[in-house]
């Protein structure tokens, strides 16, 4: 299980960066949730993976018998996912503000900042 | 906490006068803060009462206590300056508790003692600041707000893959724990492979080499205010992450990052000043300097010994008040002379020569002309690559010294010095209260820098114990999770 996971990771990570390197801004925005997911993704495997044995302490007994799954890192990745939710949202929210004064999804046509012929 | 909630509570209020309060309380606190902190050591709080290496802890060191002391001066600057030069669309919209936010979230970042808790402060500071940069949105600042997001939306990637990595070798997210649990890694552990992980994540942040594309592309596009705080500030966050990491975590291998970080710190320094020159436009060129100045702060790190980081932070709290003032400096000079380039200023001199030694004090600051405040951390700095036999790493600071100088005499002839050009517009003029709210808070910072340059020496002392808490993480080991085994 660990090694399909850690396939599917790897071609997350692979797949974002590709869009990443598109130049359509969607795309990016495309690529850097597919990142998000990924690193999500890294972090649960990282925990090791136990299957129906939750962290909870049985009646009468003073500790957990192992093994039993960890329960921090799925609350990190619930906080990472809810945070990233909220950059996604803006992030296409900006996409979409960029694209009404561009009116063009080319990365290379945002560039006005960087160049001085183009400055009020 | 009094800070944090302090800052929260002015966060709710739409209001600018009780922004200030927020503020002007916010800088109370953070010097009672630094006062506690250097009287008594470090500080640490567990938030909810969970104890030390499961709950989250907020710790108040002095290297800490210092940024958030620095964070609460500029921001009250800020603040004051924004009153006059931020127009009412902007502040409809909620600029002020933006700023707040902005604060919050990086006083979270200097005190927190926790990694995942750290990745949570810098997303708050992050979505504050995408806010502040895109608020207005101009074609320019659009597109400068799309190339910062998607660099910073990365190192969060990187960050939390940094993070998810860390936690699976050591179970802890505790940065106490984890300096304990990471002193006694085996080599076959990737350690340094994880650091790295952090070393990008954090250098894109600094604007480090080569991960500064996206600062000159996006620092000029905001109002000056906003520009003020983010080169003040937000660049430095990263600067203290990576510092924090540097010396807490990731000290196995110092031979190779930190040997990996002396060269980044001196194409840094290259890179940055060299685009400096280039540049024809106050904000640019201000820009420029600021990823230059960084790679003095990472160099301090590289060298990784007390003398080398003492100065790293004297030029951090330096560098900080001085960036801020040159920004609100050059918003002043927009406003009196109607433009940020060089080719359309001119003559300011002749109208306005109180405004002209405005900006020659600070510039001289920056390039590090004794006995100005920029001048000792260097002293500091070249002291200790020539202790270490560095003697190339010294010519490189000294040589980006003197083009920091050329650049800003460049600023200082175009704007203030030359005859101004046949077409120049006269803006208004500045009224009395605007004068006030323009002028006040430049005052106050600059008086700030000549209060660094003539008491350098208790500043020095206060930055060399902050050094010496850096570099002995077991005090920091033992004030999170108490004597123990």
């Given at each position: 299980?660990?090694?399909?996971?850690?396939?599917?990771?790897?071609?997350?990570?692979?797949?974002?960066?590709?869009?990443m390197?598109?130049?359509?801004?969607?795309?990016l925005?495309?690529?850097?949730?597919?990142?998000?997911?990924?690193?999500?993704?890294?972090i649960?495997?990282?925990?090791?993976?136990?299957?129906?044995?939750p962290p909870l302490?049985?009646?009468?007994?003073?500790?957990?018998?192992?093994?039993?799954a960890d329960p921090?890192?799925?609350?990190?990745?619930?906080t990472?996912?809810?945070?990233?939710?909220?950059?996604?949202a803006?992030?296409?929210?900006?996409?979409r503000?960029?694209?009404?004064?561009?009116?063009?999804d080319?990365?290379?046509q945002v560039t006005?900042s960087?160049r001085?012929d183009?400055?009020? | 906490?009094?800070?944090?909630?302090?800052?929260n509570?002015?966060?709710?209020?739409l209001?600018?006068?009780?922004?200030?309060?927020g503020?002007?309380g916010?800088?109370?606190?953070?010097?009672?803060?630094?006062?506690?902190?250097s009287?008594?050591?470090?500080?640490?709080?567990?938030?909810?009462?969970?104890?030390?290496p499961f709950?989250?802890?907020?710790?108040?060191?002095?290297?800490?206590?210092i940024?958030?002391l620095?964070?609460?001066i500029?921001g009250?600057?800020?603040?004051?300056?924004s009153?006059?030069?931020?127009?009412?669309?902007?502040?409809?919209f909620?600029y002020?508790?933006?700023?707040l936010?902005?604060?919050?979230?990086?006083?979270?970042?200097?005190?927190?003692?926790?990694?995942f808790?750290?990745?949570?402060?810098?997303?708050?500071?992050?979505?504050?600041s995408?806010?502040l940069?895109?608020?207005?949105?101009?074609?320019?600042?659009?597109g400068?707000?799309?190339?910062?997001?998607a660099?910073?939306?990365l190192?969060s990637?990187?960050?939390?893959?940094?993070?998810?990595?860390?936690?699976?070798?050591t179970?802890?997210?505790?940065?106490?724990?984890?300096?304990?649990a990471?002193r006694g890694?085996?080599p076959?552990?990737?350690?340094?492979t994880?650091?790295?992980?952090?070393?990008?994540?954090f250098g894109?942040?600094a604007?480090?080499?080569?991960?500064?594309?996206?600062l000159?592309?996006?620092y000029?596009?905001?109002?000056?205010?906003?520009?003020?705080?983010?080169?003040?500030?937000?660049?430095?966050?990263?600067?203290?992450?990576?510092?924090?990491?540097?010396t807490?975590?990731?000290v196995?291998?110092?031979?190779?990052?930190?040997?990996l970080?002396?060269?980044?710190?001196a194409?840094?320094?290259l890179?940055g000043?060299?685009?400096?020159?280039?540049?024809r436009?106050?904000?640019r060129?201000l820009?420029?300097?600021?990823?230059?100045?960084?790679?003095?702060?990472?160099?301090?790190?590289?060298l990784?010994?007390p003398l080398?980081?003492a100065?790293?932070?004297?030029?951090?709290?330096?560098?900080?008040?001085?960036?801020?003032?040159?920004?609100?400096?050059?918003?002043?000079?927009?406003?009196v002379?109607?433009?940020f380039?060089?080719?359309?200023?001119?003559?300011?001199?002749?109208?306005?020569?109180?405004?002209?030694?405005?900006f020659?004090?600070?510039?001289?600051?920056?390039s590090?002309?004794?006995?100005?405040?920029?001048?000792?951390p260097?002293?500091?700095?070249?002291?200790?690559m020539l202790?270490?036999?560095?003697?190339l790493?010294a010519?490189?600071?000294?040589l980006?010294s003197?083009l920091?100088?050329?650049?800003?005499?460049?600023?200082?002839?175009?704007?203030?010095?030359?005859?101004?050009?046949?077409?120049?517009v006269?803006?208004?003029?500045?009224?009395?209260v605007?004068?006030?709210?323009?002028y006040?808070?430049?005052l106050a910072?600059l008086?700030?820098?000549?209060?660094?340059s003539?008491?350098?020496g208790?500043?020095?002392?206060l930055t060399?114990r902050a050094?010496?808490q850096?570099?002995?993480?077991?005090q920091?080991?033992v004030?999170?999770?108490g004597a123990?085994?």
């Amino acid at each position: 299980m660990e090694v399909a996971l850690a396939i599917v990771i790897g071609a997350l990570y692979a797949a974002g960066l590709y869009m990443m390197l598109r130049r359509s801004m969607v795309k990016l925005i495309a690529g850097l949730v597919l990142l998000g997911y990924a690193s999500n993704l890294l972090i649960f495997v990282v925990s090791r993976l136990t299957r129906a044995s939750p962290p909870l302490v049985p009646e009468g007994a003073h500790s957990i018998a192992e093994p039993f799954a960890d329960p921090v890192p799925q609350a990190l990745i619930l906080t990472a996912i809810v945070i990233g939710f909220g950059l996604q949202a803006f992030a296409l929210v900006l996409v979409r503000r960029a694209y009404q004064a561009v009116n063009n999804d080319d990365l290379d046509q945002v560039t006005a900042s960087d160049r001085p012929d183009l400055q009020a | 906490m009094a800070i944090l909630s302090i800052i929260n509570w002015g966060n709710r209020v739409l209001h600018r006068f009780l922004a200030l309060a927020g503020s002007v309380g916010l800088l109370f606190a953070a010097l009672a803060l630094l006062t506690t902190v250097s009287e008594q050591g470090i500080l640490s709080s567990n938030i909810g009462d969970w104890p030390a290496p499961f709950g989250i802890v907020l710790v108040a060191d002095l290297p800490g206590a210092i940024m958030v002391l620095m964070a609460a001066i500029v921001g009250l600057a800020v603040l004051v300056y924004s009153t006059a030069s931020i127009d009412e669309a902007r502040e409809r919209f909620g600029y002020y508790p933006l700023i707040l936010i902005l604060l919050t979230g990086m006083c979270g970042a200097f005190l927190t003692g926790d990694l995942f808790n750290l990745y949570v402060w810098f997303e708050i500071m992050l979505i504050a600041s995408f806010a502040l940069l895109a608020l207005g949105g101009s074609r320019a600042q659009l597109g400068g707000s799309v190339k910062y997001f998607a660099l910073n939306l990365l190192v969060s990637a990187f960050f939390l893959t940094g993070i998810g990595f860390l936690y699976g070798m050591t179970g802890s997210l505790n940065m106490a724990a984890l300096a304990q649990a990471l002193r006694g890694a085996g080599p076959e552990q990737p350690v340094t492979t994880v650091a790295i992980f952090f070393m990008i994540a954090f250098g894109i942040k600094a604007a480090m080499f080569p991960l500064y594309f996206w600062l000159p592309a996006s620092y000029h596009t905001p109002p000056v205010a906003v520009s003020a705080i983010f080169a003040g500030l937000l660049t430095k966050v990263g600067v203290y992450a990576m510092i924090r990491m540097f010396t807490l975590l990731f000290v196995q291998d110092t031979a190779w990052t930190h040997g990996l970080l002396l060269v980044g710190a001196a194409l840094t320094m290259l890179s940055g000043v060299l685009g400096a020159v280039a540049r024809r436009e106050i904000r640019r060129i201000l820009s420029f300097n600021i990823i230059s100045h960084i790679g003095y702060i990472v160099l301090g790190l590289a060298l990784y010994r007390p003398l080398a980081l003492a100065g790293a932070w004297f030029y951090l709290i330096h560098h900080v008040i001085v960036m801020a003032t040159l920004f609100l400096v050059s918003g002043i000079v927009q406003r009196v002379g109607g433009s940020f380039r060089l080719a359309r200023l001119g003559g300011l001199y002749q109208r306005h020569p109180g405004l002209a030694l405005l900006f020659l004090l600070p510039a001289l600051a920056l390039s590090g002309v004794p006995p100005l405040s920029g001048f000792w951390p260097k002293l500091v700095l070249l002291q200790a690559m020539l202790q270490d036999g560095l003697g190339l790493m010294a010519a490189i600071a000294l040589l980006v010294s003197l083009l920091t100088l050329f650049s800003m005499m460049r600023i200082w002839v175009g704007a203030f010095w030359s005859q101004a050009p046949a077409s120049v517009v006269t803006p208004a003029p500045l009224g009395g209260v605007e004068r006030r709210m323009l002028y006040g808070p430049v005052l106050a910072l600059l008086a700030l820098t000549i209060a660094i340059s003539v008491f350098s020496g208790p500043v020095f002392e206060l930055t060399q114990r902050a050094a010496q808490q850096l570099l002995n993480p077991q005090q920091y080991i033992v004030a999170v999770l108490g004597a123990g085994p």
